[in-house]
């Protein structure tokens, strides 16, 4: 494009478009940008005659309502990104009077602009929650309530988006506004994935208001809500989760670790107490290798606070003694934690001489440990 050309129009100067002998659908740069991208990234602040340009040039070539540079992107997804609501209304309202025959005709032309998507499947409203432009998501909102929004190629919707990016008052407002949003997010996740990795728990409350059953839904890993909460030691979040639906503290992941095995291995206490309080018997389940909580706790780096979240419950002491599939007990394992092993020797219920499948018992494997320190079960 002709340099005085582009900085016309990214001064909003009609003058220098009046007598030219192209159509201004002509003027583009090497992006494919037209003149009406080009005002929309260059202008910083709004005024009363911001949308002047913008009319004007509609007027002389209404089909660069439409036009996408190279990215797939129109007018109308730039005007969103810099937060540009007066020309977002503008062009919505162009796109109304672009098919004049009735008012409906308007309207359905205006949501098939709001819907368009660009090469990586984002919509006008997927980019101006992506910037934080509240003002312009109500507009979009208003205009198109009843579209779902579906994902992008990341995966991202714009409400998982929003929560994602912490911008509670821009996915309120979806939830609000928006008669049925799409909840997904990348790696198989949802929204409430999100809000929990955020530790945002007034989120979580008006996820689980209107999608209860969110609190189940895995992601690629197996993961439900409930593993980030153990995982990332949020003790109300798991709390908030629980009383949404008790059954998640039952879920297991891909490599069958149910919440508590995982706020185990991490010694994240709280979280243990919590899930234990509401779902004592979830603490019978074992994962893939037929690990019980137990063991995961002695494996973990909480130490011997975090076995005795476990052993203070009497009706927990058959854990003391249960085998994984190769035959060892946590006392096999606690060879590996010297902090721990006073406790599990002096258990009265621990059966010391109980021998898995290399025929070791759990005392052989302390004394190997104490000879030979690199030497741990597998």
């Known amino acids: ?68 540079n190279n990215k797939g992107e129109t007018p109308l997804y730039l005007a969103a ?47 101006a929650v992506r910037q934080n432009q509240l003002a312009v998501v109500l507009l979009l909102l208003k205009e198109d309530p009843d579209f779902s929004y579906s994902a992008n190629d990341a995966g991202e919707t714009p409400l998982y988006l929003a ?30 994935h999100a809000a929990v990795i955020r530790h945002d728990n007034g989120m979580i409350g008006e996820l689980l208001k209107r999608f209860g059953d969110l609190s189940k839904k895995a992601d690629q890993n197996g993961w439900i809500p409930i593993h980030f909460a153990a995982f990332f030691d949020s003790t109300i979040s798991a709390r908030l989760l629980l ?38 018997d979830c603490c019978e389940l074992v994962d893939n290798r037929g690990w019980n909580v137990l063991h995961f706790a002695i494996d973990g780096r909480g130490g011997k606070e975090t076995v005795g979240v476990i052993l203070k419950y009497s009706s927990l002491s058959n854990l003391l003694n249960e085998e ?35 025929n070791l018992a759990g005392r052989d494997i302390t004394l190997l440990g104490a000879k030979s320190p690199e030497k741990k079960i597998s």
């Open 1 to 68: 494009m002709d340099p005085v050309f582009y900085k016309a129009a990214a001064d909003g100067r009609m003058e220098a478009f009046e007598h030219t002998d192209y159509p201004l659908d002509f003027f583009r740069t090497v992006g494919n940008n037209t003149i009406l991208h080009i005002y929309a990234t260059s202008l910083i602040k709004e005024s009363e005659s911001t949308t002047a340009f913008v009319k004007a040039i509609l007027c002389k070539c209404r089909s660069l309502l439409w036009e996408t």
């Open 81 to 127: 990104r810099y937060g540009h609501v007066s020309i977002v209304n503008c062009l919505i309202e162009h796109a109304k009077i672009d098919l004049p025959q009735d008012l409906e005709s308007g309207i359905q032309a205006a949501r098939k602009m709001l819907r368009i998507t660009n090469k990586k499947k984002d919509t006008a409203l997927h980019e």
């Open 163 to 192: 929560i994602e990016r912490n911008f509670g008052d821009v996915a309120l407002k979806i939830l609000e506004s928006c008669g049925s949003p799409s909840y997904g997010g990348p790696l198989g996740r949802t929204a409430l």
């Open 243 to 280: 009383e949404a639906d008790r059954q998640a503290a039952y879920m297991k992941d891909i490599a069958g670790m149910t919440a508590l095995q995982i706020a185990a291995h991490r010694g994240n206490n709280s979280v243990m107490e919590t899930i234990i309080s509401r779902c004592p």
């Open 324 to 358: 994984d599939f190769d035959g060892n007990t946590p006392f096999h394992h606690q060879s590996n934690s010297k902090d721990i092993e006073e406790d599990l020797m002096d258990h009265p219920r621990v059966d010391k001489m109980a021998f898995n499948k290399l």
